[in-house]
């Protein structure tokens, strides 16, 4: 099979795996059941939809204003894995293999100001892989990366957070990664074979990589949520009365959120080499994406009431203290889809220990040059 249809199909793969995953519909809330058996005819929510809509906000704040973060995370996540420096020069048998790991942040400016009333954030993706190739020609060579990674424990991840009235807990317990991709090089202008001991021009080559990537990781979690709930205590005598009551409203449940994503990414590099061990290249590289983000939970629970609840009236005991007046359940449906075009401006260099090659490679995504960047570090053997 040749580099070209062997790349195809695994892009193919990946634009298939990336559609499938496109849904119908999303939804966000939060929804509240009045229990009428212990609230009886004389005790109502004096509002609960401006409540269900106060609780709900946060949520949906966060994917309206932070679901680009998730989905360059996403996209980020997937265009990692390849060696840098020159092409492998010769045919089979030349062949290397080794491992590379890279991580990548969108609009790192916006973590100073997230908070409660600033909901955008920043993003984060990262990847490690295992790759291996081999020189197709004295111009060109293929490398293919894969991580395979089903059910890995991560039990360690625990978010919790408090603050005046609220708590929240949660556990990422389990998460499932798969990755994959080829990509192929060949030179455009060659340089010199043989560099020198002080600095030489080793030509320049055009790359194209074709990539996809499946992400799910699940957990469970528990919020808490204390505030004054306005009821409505009807009374023959006296009519009807607004009170302010404490309730404790607690929803448990289980969320998972992973991704699909699949990229197809030419580059151009200009390759130089400084002192003998030192490789250098730098150029354009623009990753085209398809797919999507996704975030789903279902959580359900109750709300109880903190102090007795009287009549109009203030004798009459109506609803005893740490009832359940109400049952409560917090959906969440996101999907986001992956921006579909990141430019970057990549900078690598690679230490040339003979057989053994070291890389690190930066770049900066040009559409928010100052705050979204990329690296990634790798090791690569050649036999």
């Given at each position: 099979m040749?580099a070209?249809?062997?790349l195809c199909?695994?892009?193919?793969?990946?634009?298939?795996g990336?559609?499938?995953?496109i849904?119908?519909?999303?939804?966000t809330g939060?929804?509240i059941?009045p229990?009428?058996a212990?609230?009886?005819?004389?005790?109502?929510f004096?509002d609960?939809?401006?409540?269900?809509?106060k609780?709900s906000?946060?949520p949906?704040g966060?994917?309206?204003?932070?679901g680009?973060a998730?989905?360059?995370?996403a996209?980020y996540?997937n265009?990692f894995?390849?060696?840098?420096?020159?092409?492998m020069?010769?045919?089979?048998?030349?062949?290397e293999f080794?491992f590379?790991?890279?991580?990548?942040?969108y609009r790192?400016?916006?973590?100073k100001?997230?908070?409660?009333?600033n909901?955008?954030?920043p993003?984060?993706?990262?990847n490690a892989v295992l790759h291996?190739g081999t020189?197709?020609?004295?111009?060109?060579?293929?490398?293919v990366?894969l991580?395979?990674n089903p059910g890995?424990?991560?039990?360690?991840l625990?978010?919790?957070k408090s603050?005046?009235?609220?708590?929240?807990d949660?556990?990422?317990r389990?998460m499932d990664i798969?990755?994959?991709?080829?990509k192929?090089r060949?030179y455009?202008?060659?340089g010199q074979?043989?560099p020198?001991w002080?600095?030489?021009f080793?030509?320049?080559?055009?790359g194209l990589a074709?990539?996809?990537?499946h992400?799910?990781?699940?957990?469970?979690?528990?919020?808490?949520?204390n505030?004054?709930i306005?009821?409505?205590?009807?009374d023959l005598g006296?009519?009807t009365?607004?009170?302010s009551?404490?309730v404790?409203t607690?929803?448990?449940?289980?969320a998972?959120?992973?991704?699909?994503v699949?990229?197809l990414?030419?580059e151009?590099?200009?390759?130089?080499?400084l002192?003998?061990?030192l490789?250098?290249?730098?150029g354009p590289?623009?990753?085209l994406?398809?797919?999507k983000?996704?975030?789903?939970?279902r959580?359900?629970g109750s709300?109880?009431?903190?102090s007795?609840?009287?009549d109009?009236?203030?004798t009459?005991?109506?609803?005893d203290?740490?009832?359940t007046?109400?049952?409560?359940q917090m959906n969440?449906q996101e999907?986001?889809?992956?921006p579909?075009?990141?430019?970057?401006?990549v900078v690598?260099?690679?230490?040339?220990?003979?057989?053994?090659?070291m890389?690190?490679e930066?770049a900066?995504v040009?559409t928010?040059?100052?705050?979204?960047?990329?690296?990634?570090?790798?090791l690569?053997?050649?036999?």
């Open positions: 040749n070209t249809l062997l199909r695994i892009v193919g793969l990946a634009v298939f990336a559609v499938a995953i849904p119908v519909s999303a939804d939060f929804s059941y229990n009428t212990v609230l009886g005819s004389s005790v109502s004096y609960y939809g401006r409540l269900e809509s609780v906000q946060y949906v966060f994917f309206d204003r932070s680009d998730l989905g360059y995370g996209a996540s265009i894995g390849y060696p840098g420096g020159r092409p020069i010769g045919m089979f048998p030349h062949m080794g590379t790991t890279g991580a990548g942040v790192l400016d916006r973590y100001d997230m908070n409660r009333n909901l955008e954030s993003g984060a993706g990262g291996f020189g197709l020609s004295p111009d060109s060579d293929i490398t990366k991580m395979l890995f424990r991560i039990s360690a625990d978010r919790s603050s005046s009235g609220r708590t929240y949660f556990e990422w389990k798969f990755s994959t991709g080829a192929w060949t455009i202008l060659r074979d043989n020198s002080t600095a030489s080793n030509g320049i080559t055009f074709g990539d996809y990537m992400v799910k990781a699940v957990g469970r979690g528990t919020y808490v949520d505030r004054g306005s009821f409505s205590i009807t006296t009519g009365e607004k009170i009551v404490p404790e607690t929803v448990r449940g289980k998972s959120t992973g991704w699909d699949a990229s990414t030419p151009v590099m200009v390759h130089a080499n002192l003998y061990v490789g250098v290249y730098t590289s623009v990753s994406n398809a797919g983000v996704y975030v789903s939970s959580t359900t709300m109880v009431n903190k007795d609840i009287y109009a009236s203030g009459v005991k109506l609803v203290a740490n009832s007046v109400a049952t409560a969440v999907y986001i889809y992956v579909a075009v990141i430019p970057r401006w690598g260099f690679e230490l040339n220990f003979w057989k053994v090659k890389q690190i930066t900066d040009l928010h040059p100052v705050s979204s960047f990329t690296a990634q570090a790798g690569r053997v050649e036999l």
